[in-house]
């Protein structure tokens, strides 16, 4: 079954800016194309939205302890381009970047933003989260969402907004190229659950990991990434039989 998920995903992705920068006006954030009418503007191709029973994203409060293995990030590669594809801001990657989770590699293909988060944590919202795509050799995707809250300037993303414009579909390459390892925290401590994309299709059979420990942002750097992408971010879906190991 999860095969088979994988395989319908590689063939219909459009999820937030993976494939294509361009106008999406048949889906959106607000009024009829919003996310509680995604299932009903393409009942075949966004079914999953409304009948998906492992949907993305979600409230992490009912834990398992777990011994969750060591997160094993190997980020050798650089963040390349960003620009704002008019549901999110995305940045694409470069080079080997390589997470491995259940002895498979997943490799990044690119990261993009949510303001507010989508995810919350023991009921709780963050200002922005940002969300890193990757797929293995088998068409399978990992997620790994990091958290910011408002704090300290960030310098890592600073460099991506001295290039972006607000200009949907403008591409534009970094001068400050970085490796997107760089956003992440010192301790990488994680919860873990199974679910899907938080965008049309909703494609289900994706692996979440969430960090624990969140990033900070400037006030400044959170207001302009909002200004640009609005409120972007899925309402939680209910877990129904699922657990968050921790």
Same mark, same amino acid.
């Given at each position: 079954? +999860?095969?088979?998920? #994988?395989?319908?995903?590689? %063939?219909?992705?459009?999820?937030?800016?993976?494939?294509?920068?361009?106008?999406?006006?048949?889906?959106?954030?607000?009024?009829?194309?919003?996310?509680?009418?995604?299932?009903?503007?393409?009942?075949?191709?966004?079914?999953?939205?409304?009948?998906?029973?492992?949907?993305?994203?979600?409230?992490?409060?009912?834990? @398992?302890?777990?011994?969750?293995?060591?997160?094993?990030?190997?980020?050798?590669? $650089?963040?390349?381009?960003?620009?704002?594809?008019?549901?999110?801001?995305?940045?694409?990657?470069?080079?080997?970047?390589?997470?491995?989770?259940?002895?498979?590699?997943?490799?990044?293909?690119?990261?993009?933003?949510?303001?507010?988060?989508?995810?919350?944590?023991?009921?709780?919202?963050?200002? %922005?989260?940002?969300?890193?795509?990757?797929? #293995? *050799?088998? *068409?399978?995707?990992?997620? $790994?969402?990091?958290?910011?809250?408002?704090?300290?300037?960030?310098?890592?993303?600073?460099?991506?907004?001295? *290039?972006?414009?607000?200009?949907?579909?403008?591409?534009?390459?970094?001068?400050?190229?970085?490796?997107?390892?760089?956003?992440?925290?010192?301790?990488? *401590?994680?919860?873990?659950?199974?679910? #899907?994309?938080?965008?049309?299709?909703?494609?289900?059979?994706?692996?979440?990991?969430?960090?624990?420990?969140?990033?900070?942002?400037?006030?400044?750097? @959170?207001? +302009?990434?909002?200004?640009?992408?609005?409120?972007?971010?899925?309402?939680?879906?209910?877990?129904?039989?699922?657990? @968050?190991?921790?």
């Amino acid at each position: 079954m +999860k095969k088979a998920l #994988s395989l319908i995903a590689a %063939m219909t992705f459009s999820f937030a800016g993976v494939t294509g920068e361009g106008h999406h006006a048949e889906w959106g954030y607000t009024g009829k194309i919003g996310p509680e009418h995604w299932g009903d503007l393409k009942p075949k191709k966004f079914c999953m939205c409304k009948r998906g029973v492992n949907q993305s994203p979600v409230d992490l409060n009912r834990f @398992i302890d777990a011994k969750l293995p060591k997160l094993k990030i190997q980020y050798a590669g $650089i963040s390349h381009d960003v620009v704002n594809n008019g549901h999110t801001i995305k940045v694409t990657t470069q080079g080997k970047n390589v997470v491995e989770v259940d002895g498979i590699k997943f490799y990044l293909k690119q990261f993009h933003f949510h303001t507010p988060s989508e995810n919350k944590i023991e009921s709780k919202h963050y200002p %922005m989260e940002a969300h890193f795509v990757h797929k #293995s *050799d088998n *068409d399978e995707y990992l997620v $790994i969402a990091l958290m910011f809250e408002e704090g300290k300037e960030n310098k890592a993303l600073q460099k991506m907004l001295n *290039d972006l414009s607000a200009k949907v579909g403008e591409r534009r390459q970094l001068h400050e190229m970085f490796n997107p390892g760089e956003l992440f925290p010192k301790k990488l *401590d994680y919860y873990r659950f199974e679910g #899907s994309f938080t965008t049309p299709p909703c494609t289900e059979g994706v692996r979440w990991i969430v960090l624990k420990i969140p990033v900070t942002a400037s006030k400044e750097q @959170i207001e +302009k990434m909002h200004k640009i992408m609005g409120n972007n971010n899925r309402p939680v879906q209910p877990l129904k039989a699922r657990v @968050i190991l921790r």
